[in-house]
């Protein structure tokens, strides 16, 4: 990859990462229930489903999935049943900015980063938007390892820095938080339930 077509693609990564989405809303949320600091396992897991995402692009499975129909309509209702599940567990949590140390057990790192991974994995079309995205900066003439390995870390930096910056903005909020927490925990939680309700029914294409 040449660097002019990397500085390309690293502007579309940027731009594509300040599009809000389910990871975006996750740090958001999680940015305002436990700080930065501890929203980085939540930002860590997101950017490796990410790079897993962009590896299953580049390596076909989104023409598998482009031409099976019954499958993609199975990972979409898989998918749609995790962020609804999601959504209710945001809106159930406890408000925000009363102290963020004071984390419930199903917080914990491991738990917080799986969140991250499987929000970033949960929407099968992520999958095809890649696989019409990447084919615009890949040389077929170089190694593809190595270009999945740049563009991979190179939108999985940016994701993380993006999601960082959201969750260190949530956190500074924490004392409308205190007053609003249990409201902003609902509307988080009911966009993610919308996000999974809707996710099945969009259309393939």
């Not at 949960?122 to 995205?133: Q, T, V, Y």
């Not at 991979?152 to 910056?165: D, I, M, P, R, Y």
């Not at 988080?188 to 393939?204: D, E, H, K």
């Amino acid at each position: 990859m040449t660097l002019e077509t990397w500085l390309v693609y690293l502007a579309a990564s940027i731009g594509l990462s300040l599009t809000p989405g389910p990871n975006g809303l996750l740090a958001l949320t999680h940015g305002a229930l436990y700080g930065p600091g501890r929203t980085l396992a939540t930002i860590g897991g997101g950017a490796l489903g990410f790079m897993g995402v962009i590896g299953l692009s580049m390596f076909g499975i989104a023409s598998v999935l482009s031409l099976a129909g019954e499958l993609l309509l199975v990972m979409k209702v898989v998918g749609g049943l995790y962020l609804v599940w999601l959504g209710v567990q945001v809106w159930r949590s406890p408000a925000p900015g009363g102290g963020f140390g004071a984390l419930e057990g199903g917080a914990s790192g491991w738990a917080m980063a799986r969140q991250g991974l499987l929000s970033a994995l949960a929407n099968p079309k992520a999958i095809l938007f890649f696989a019409a995205f990447l084919p615009q900066f890949i040389d077929p003439a170089a190694s593809l390892w190595w270009q999945f390995v740049i563009m991979a870390v190179t939108f999985a930096l940016v994701e993380c820095l993006t999601e960082l910056l959201i969750a260190g903005f949530a956190s500074r909020l924490s004392g409308w938080l205190a007053r609003s927490g249990r409201g902003f925990n609902r509307a988080c939680g009911g966009v993610f339930m919308l996000i999974g309700a809707w996710l099945p029914l969009s259309r393939s294409s």
